[in-house]
């Protein structure tokens, strides 16, 4: 139940690029990325940001998990 800081929410938007981090409405970590569909997209691309985003959230999860 404890909360991440916002210097801990902040620290991780200066170091990742994939992402970005928030607290909601109750102080609960949220995490944050866009698919960007200008010009179409192909399987290759969503394929590649599902991977991406699965590296976001392991990290996003082992930092706040323990309400970092």
Do not use: P
């Given at each position: 139940d404890t909360k991440p800081s916002t210097t801990?929410?902040?620290?991780?938007?200066?170091t990742k690029?994939?992402?970005?981090a928030?607290?909601?409405s109750v102080l609960d970590p949220m995490l944050d990325?866009?698919?960007y569909l200008?010009?179409?997209v192909t399987?290759?691309?969503?394929?590649?940001?599902?991977?991406?985003c699965q590296t976001a959230v392991d990290s996003f999860y082992a930092a706040f998990a323990q309400g970092k």
């Open positions: 801990a929410i902040n620290e991780w938007n200066r690029l994939f992402g970005r928030y607290r909601d990325a866009w698919f200008d010009g179409g399987v290759d691309a969503i394929e590649a940001f599902v991977k991406r």
